[in-house]
T-cell receptor, first 113, second 115 residues
Framework: EAQVTQNPRYLITVTGKKLTVTCSQN?????MSWYRQDPGLGLRQIYY???????DKGDVPEGYKVSRKEKRNFPLILESPSPNQTSLYFCASSLEVVGSPLHFGNGTRLTVT | SQQGEEDPQALSIQEGENATMNCSYKTSINNLQWYRQNSGRGLVHLILIRSNEREKHSGRLRVTLDTSKKSSSLLITASRAADTASYFC???????????????FGKGTKLSVIP
């Protein structure tokens, strides 16, 4: 089944403890992206990648890192999480960079205390 | 930066009625997409309309695009309780980096369809 898989689905952690949210797609998509969703603010793009080894900042990249070593994986890394990174995170991918629908994962709800 | 803005923020209608949601954006686009999100779940793609298209249909969905007014509308006809969800428009635009593209989302319209 074609899908974008994010893990974990829920994560509670403490300030400063490094964490990684994994994202994998099995559709051979070129484009991958991370968004965070907060009440009243909608979806905001964190980072995106147009191909392997090519990543670029979105609108809210501070406090996050990504890597795209393989086409299928695009992990989101929080080196030192803070409470303001408590949010609902979505990974998404699309076949092409422009003009293709995004396929979303089911989300990761992160709480940083 | 937020490109698209949906209007209204919330909409409540009776089952069987039509629902219309609007999206306005600021800069030139290549295409505009509409997505649906059930509470807390991942977004699901509904329709993509290109900048040279004016109208597109998919089942009970009709999307229009007016590039002169920088606006789009999503019409859901004969709504059902199962249509209750949030609806987002997304636009792609060239970012400041050469050859870079971003797909940016509005804040969404929350639709409630009352049985």
């Amino acid at each position: 089944e074609a899908q974008v898989t994010q893990n974990p689905r829920y994560l509670i952690t403490v300030t400063g403890k490094k964490l990684t949210v994994t994202c994998s797609q099995n559709m051979n998509h070129e484009y991958m992206s991370w968004y965070r969703q907060d009440p009243g603010l909608g979806l905001r793009q964190i980072y995106y990648s147009m191909n392997v080894e090519v990543t670029d900042k979105g609108d809210v990249p501070e406090g996050y890192k990504v890597s795209r070593k393989e086409k299928r994986n695009f992990p989101l890394i929080l080196e030192s999480p803070s409470p303001n990174q408590t949010s609902l995170y979505f990974c998404a991918s699309s076949l092409e960079v422009v003009g293709s629908p995004l396929h979303f994962g089911n989300g990761t709800r992160l709480t940083v205390t | 930066s937020q490109q698209g803005e949906e209007d209204p923020q919330a909409l409540s209608i009776q089952e069987g009625e039509n629902a219309t949601m609007n999206c306005s954006y600021k800069t030139s686009i290549n295409n505009l997409q509409w997505y649906r999100q059930n509470s807390g779940r991942g977004l699901v793609h509904l329709i993509l309309i290109r900048s040279n298209e004016r109208e597109k249909h998919s089942g009970r969905l009709r999307v229009t695009l007016d590039t002169s007014k920088k606006s789009s509308s999503l019409l859901i006809t004969a709504s059902r309780a199962a249509d209750t969800a949030s609806y987002f428009c997304a636009t792609d635009a060239r970012s400041t980096g050469a050859g870079s593209y971003q797909l940016t989302f509005g804040k969404g319209t929350k639709l409630s369809v009352i049985p």
